[in-house]
């Protein structure tokens, strides 16, 4: 099971969004409105994102992991609404 970090629970709340760890094995979050419809899931399970690079490595590295996250990632998370989308705002920013 995926633990998620204060980090990452600031970033949904200005999203105005719940985020709870996911049901599905290969995902690590799913993502409700606020009235606790589901949205989407995001993070492959087992891969790391910007709050645990940040805790377990350093700033410094996890903002070159957040570049090339932002990068790799470039058309799918400039669409609102999509996995992409929250995975970056969420889990990325």
Do not use: C
């Amino acid at each position: 099971m995926y633990f998620i970090l204060p980090y990452t629970k600031k970033r949904a709340k200005l999203l105005k969004v719940i985020i709870k760890p996911s049901e599905k094995n290969s995902k690590k979050i799913d993502v409700y409105d606020k009235k606790g419809n589901y949205i989407v899931s995001i993070g492959a399970y087992g891969n790391l994102d910007y709050a645990y690079y940040k805790y377990f490595y350093s700033k410094q590295y996890a903002d070159e992991r957040k570049r090339l996250y932002k990068k790799r990632h470039q058309k799918d998370r400039m669409v609102k609404g999509s996995p992409g989308y929250y995975a970056d705002q969420i889990l990325w920013t």
